[in-house]
């Protein structure tokens, strides 16, 4: 039974290889926090003792990687400006208006709350100070309600089963061919 699995497998790994990719995909999708009630979103404040945004060239590829972190007194952990929201944050704004010791509000899920204990990153769904929003919450929720991993998942599913079931054809006619 394994034998025949591992025979299946070498003969299909660019099907299972898309198939497996795209389950990533949904996966990934479902297990991202619901942020579409206040119930998910925790309001956090804080006093900045550092932060760091540093953009660098991508090795491959165009664009940037984006590494965008916030210190605060309170907190062992570091917060993180995911890279989709870069166009979102106005890090001009931010640099100008708040220095060391200012005390930020910040958003971030609720489900992330447990990494504030931990020391781990967590990510930022909104920043501001006083009345200034540098990363507004209603940006970032509708970028993240995006369901693209979905869309990704289903699509390499679709590309992996269509490729098996043209193999298989293309297989059947040579057998009729031969036999």
Same mark, same amino acid.
Not at 18 to 41: A, H, M, N, W
Not at 75 to 96: C, G, H, L, M, N
Not at 138 to 154: F, H, P, R, S, V
């Given at each position: 039974?394994?034998?025949?699995?591992?025979?299946?497998?070498?003969?299909?790994?660019?099907?299972?290889?898309?198939?497996?990719?795209?389950?990533?995909?949904?996966?990934?999708?479902?297990?991202?926090?619901?942020?579409?009630?206040?119930?998910?979103?925790?309001?956090?404040?804080?006093?900045?003792?550092?932060?760091?945004?540093?953009?660098?060239?991508?090795?491959?590829?165009?664009?940037? @990687?984006?590494?965008?972190? =916030?210190?605060?007194?309170?907190?062992?952990?570091?917060?993180?400006?995911?890279?989709?929201?870069?166009?979102?944050?106005?890090?001009?704004?931010?640099?100008?208006?708040? =220095?060391?010791?200012?005390? =930020?509000?910040?958003?971030?899920?609720?489900?992330?709350?447990?990494?504030?204990?931990?020391?781990?990153?967590?990510?930022?769904?909104?920043?501001?100070?006083?009345? =200034?929003?540098?990363?507004?919450?209603?940006?970032?929720?509708?970028?993240?309600?995006?369901?693209?991993?979905?869309?990704?998942?289903?699509?390499?599913?679709?590309?992996? @089963?269509?490729?098996?079931?043209?193999?298989?054809?293309?297989?059947?006619?040579?057998?009729?061919?031969?036999?």
């Amino acid at each position: 039974m394994i034998k025949q699995i591992l025979k299946w497998s070498f003969k299909n790994y660019l099907t299972l290889f898309l198939v497996v990719i795209g389950i990533y995909f949904i996966q990934e999708e479902i297990r991202k926090p619901d942020l579409t009630t206040e119930d998910s979103i925790v309001f956090i404040e804080g006093r900045v003792i550092d932060y760091s945004f540093h953009e660098s060239p991508r090795i491959k590829g165009p664009g940037n @990687l984006y590494h965008y972190y =916030i210190w605060l007194d309170e907190y062992i952990s570091r917060f993180q400006v995911k890279a989709d929201y870069t166009p979102f944050f106005d890090v001009t704004e931010f640099q100008r208006t708040v =220095i060391k010791g200012d005390t =930020i509000k910040l958003a971030i899920p609720k489900r992330h709350l447990q990494n504030l204990k931990k020391g781990d990153d967590v990510r930022l769904l909104s920043l501001s100070k006083n009345t =200034i929003d540098y990363l507004r919450l209603n940006d970032t929720i509708q970028n993240e309600n995006k369901q693209y991993m979905l869309y990704a998942g289903i699509l390499f599913i679709g590309v992996g @089963l269509f490729y098996y079931i043209k193999r298989l054809r293309r297989r059947k006619r040579i057998d009729i061919l031969n036999g």
